[in-house]
């Protein structure tokens, strides 16, 4: 039976039927929680609240059309459907970026330059491998026939952040969908407005019944229950390293297989043969872009000795001039953080910098008393072995390294027990190496044909999940 699970909105939004949504399962007892505007702390939904039950009926919906429409539907019939789902997120831009920026506090004009585009780039993507997915014949021996052939893994449980909901979900629907997946998504219990919307869009394209599902609530419930279901056959799951060690021991019961991106510490290295406005300007993008609450975030800016203090001095700069504000305003830069929770634990991070000996440049406080705005930090003198240096804030916050030579900066971009990403900027390096699992972490590129002195476009290396669903 199809059922549905309603998201109650308490306030009005111009232009957008921001009121309902679809999913497998409705919640028996009513409990619900509420969702907030971080940059108002004003309630702005009140979102059906999932257990175990709508979990087994979301996984037994999806089971159900696995087994029926979705994998037995040709494939060139699905990657339409995905088409006419992505062709439908486009006409609704305008109503999906408000709702996205609303409940994550999202700078608006982001949201629509990043956001939505990669989501809708996803979705068009997988739509076209939907009817290219292949086995092939392998040659053994001449009395024998032997191939191998690419089949949907199941039902597939994506688990989504809060800090890009749109996007990061986009990541994880679109391939399983064109594999023949079907999957039942648990949204991140701060940002489950998006999901709901697009999730009623699949249903208008003509997304079989059944085919996504999404069960809204806290992860240690929704979330759990689907890790340890015995019919989920795969999660894929974007968060923290801690909750990643729990779902791979749920995993372990019925050998679901698991795709986990657990975060990052990754390191912007500045040499002194860079542009140094250009690098500086990129190095506060990659730490203050989206409140740097971002996994690949370069969170660690390594500096050549020679030029440390006017790259310190530059990013200062740069980050006082950005403007904080109204996510809802185009002209905004830096919105508030996710929630108060994460705001204190920015602040905290703030407070061990300082007390480890780092220097505060500037930033690193709560603006205003509505909302969880926070002025971006960077800290000056960090030793590496500092935890500002070491663990992941997930804020405006950024430690500015000093290093002497090649070999130096390696050590300390490979000195962490994160390896998601790096960026350069120099003017000409080919520097790499490779830590103790083998991903390659840090790369500088040569010099180009012309004698420009700009630094070279931050050359960056991305480790991520292997989303493995065929």
């Avoid at 957008?16 to 009513?30: I, K």
């Avoid at 996984?59 to 494939?75: H, I, K, Q, S």
Wanted: proline share 4%; hydrophobic share 45%.
């Amino acid at each position: 039976m199809q059922t549905r699970q309603v998201v109650f909105l308490t306030g009005a939004f111009s232009g957008a039927s921001l009121w309902h949504m679809l999913t497998s399962s409705s919640s028996e007892e009513s409990r619900t929680f509420e969702s907030l505007n971080p940059a108002t702390e004003q309630v702005i939904a009140t979102v059906a609240e999932g257990n175990e039950i709508d979990v087994d009926r979301a996984v037994a919906a999806a089971r159900r059309a696995f087994e029926g429409p979705w994998r037995t539907m040709r494939a060139a019939e699905r990657g339409h459907v995905l088409l006419k789902w992505a062709e439908l997120l486009r006409r609704h831009v305008d109503e999906i970026a408000e709702l996205e920026s609303l409940d994550a506090g999202k700078p608006i004009a982001a949201v629509l330059r990043q956001d939505i585009p990669a989501a809708i780039d996803t979705l068009t993507y997988y739509a076209g491998w939907a009817d290219k997915i292949s086995g092939e014949v392998v040659s053994t021996r001449d009395d024998a026939l032997t191939y191998t052939v690419r089949e949907p893994v199941g039902v597939v449980a994506a688990i989504v952040p809060w800090n890009f909901p749109l996007m990061i979900g986009m990541w994880k629907l679109a391939p399983a969908l064109a594999c023949g997946c079907t999957v039942v998504m648990k949204p991140a219990e701060l940002t489950s407005l998006s999901a709901l919307r697009i999730a009623e869009l699949a249903l208008e394209a003509g997304l079989p019944p059944g085919v996504l599902n999404i069960v809204t609530g806290p992860g240690r419930v929704v979330g759990d229950a689907l890790v340890n279901h015995p019919d989920v056959d795969k999660v894929t799951f974007t968060g923290s390293p801690g909750v990643g060690r729990g779902i791979m021991r749920g995993a372990a019961g019925n050998f679901k297989r698991v795709s986990l991106e657990l975060g990052g510490k990754s390191a912007n290295v500045i040499f002194d043969d860079a542009d140094l406005d250009a690098a500086s300007k990129a190095a506060a993008a990659g730490i203050f872009f989206n409140a740097g609450q971002v996994c690949s975030a370069g969170s660690r800016v390594l500096v050549q000795e020679t030029v440390y203090d006017d790259v310190v001095e530059r990013l200062t700069t740069r980050a006082e001039a950005l403007r904080i504000g109204d996510p809802a305003d185009r002209a905004t830069v830096l919105g508030p953080v996710i929630s108060e929770k994460q705001m204190k634990s920015i602040l905290d991070y703030v407070d061990i910098g300082q007390k480890e000996g780092a220097l505060l440049t500037t930033g690193g406080r709560r603006v205003g008393d509505r909302g969880y705005f926070i002025s971006p930090a960077v800290f000056a003198n960090v030793k590496h072995e500092m935890r500002i240096s070491q663990e992941e804030i997930f804020g405006p916050v950024v430690s500015v390294i000093k290093f002497r030579d090649e070999a130096d900066a390696l050590r300390i971009a490979n000195g962490t027990a994160y390896s998601l990403a790096a960026d350069k900027l120099a003017h000409e390096r080919l520097v790499y190496d490779r830590n103790s699992e083998g991903i390659l972490v840090v790369i500088f590129r040569k010099r180009p044909a012309s004698n420009d002195r700009r630094a070279h476009g931050a050359e960056r290396v991305w480790r991520n999940a292997d989303q493995r669903y065929a």
